[in-house]
């Protein structure tokens, strides 16, 4: 199972794109306070459709709350514009949490340095990808390894 982590997410409508995408993989999902949005909103639920009740996800209250109920032996990916290396350089394995941030600032500095940071290479002029296509770009990879491996 992969494990996709939104630091504060801003945008209720990326949420329910990446629940989404959490349901067709049976990812489970963490939701890291504070929100750009109230939990709420009409317009996560709607974006999520009704496959909300398919999604595992568990919500905490902060980022220090998130690391206290991480396990000791976690693998956590960092994913950053800013990072050198590329996703696919990354050898992941089941259990493995992949950590996004929020749309319009990305991950903190002291959060990048905690974790190995990865970037989704890009060849066009833009400066990033959308939140809920980078979490379905780097939850396929995943798979997709874990499937090669196994095969």
């Known amino acids: 199972m992969v494990r996709i982590v939104l630091y504060e997410p801003e945008i209720p409508q ?13 990812s ?6 504070p929100f750009g949005f109230r939990w709420g909103d009409p ?28 396990p000791a032996d976690a693998r956590v990916w960092a994913f950053s514009t800013r990072a050198e290396r590329s996703l696919y350089e990354a050898r992941f394995r089941p259990g493995d949490y992949l950590l996004f941030g929020p749309e319009t600032r990305g991950l903190p500095e002291d959060v990048l340095e905690r974790f190995p940071a990865l970037r989704i290479p890009m060849t066009g002029p833009v ?5 809920a296509v980078s979490v379905g770009v780097a939850v396929y990879e995943a798979l997709r390894q874990r499937r090669a491996s196994v095969s």
């Open 14 to 26: 990326n949420v329910g794109n990446v629940a989404r995408t959490a349901a067709a993989t049976e």
């Open 28 to 33: 489970e999902l963490h939701l890291v306070r």
């Open 43 to 70: 317009r996560l639920k709607r974006a999520g459709l009704d496959y909300w009740p398919h999604v595992r996800y568990l919500l905490h209250d902060s980022w220090a709350a998130f690391l206290a109920a991480l």
């Open 127 to 131: 400066r990033s990808l959308n939140l």
